[in-house]
């Protein structure tokens, strides 16, 4: 029984291997004469990853977090990216009273593929790296925030 189940798989491995891998009518001189050209991208150009936030991700919608604050307990953070390319921000001040709330309008645009800019608000940091489902406030320079409390400059979906 073992001998004839080696020479079944032995067989079948034979065949197997035997096989070029093409399939074709049967006839031995047919060839296919169209070849594909090989070309490599370059990684320095704009061609080599068209994917970015921009056209990726899904931005639109309500963010939401508390900032850090200098003077006051946090800074309660909604913001709304809109379909049309405008938002509206909220913030308020915990600790300060209902006084110290405000809202903006105004409308966002693509710094880069990965990063926005609010337009027509306060001169307060108004630009944010667009990440998978949150948005990161940078620095005045448009710098990732550093240091201890750089995971609370993030505002989630």
Known sequence: MIKRILTYVLVSGIFWSCNNGTKGTGDINTTDT???????????????????A?????????YKGVLPCADCEGINTELELKADSTYTLKNSYLGKGDSQS????????????STIELKGGRDAPGKYFVGENTLTQLDMNGDKITGALADKYILRK
């Open 54 to 62: 921009q056209n990726s991700l899904d931005v639109i919608g309500i």
């Open 102 to 113: 405000f809202e903006e309008d105004g409308r966002y645009v693509w710094i880069d593929g």
């Open 34 to 52: 169209t070849t594909e050209e090989y070309v490599p991208i370059d990684a320095t150009s704009d061609t080599a990853d068209m994917h970015n």
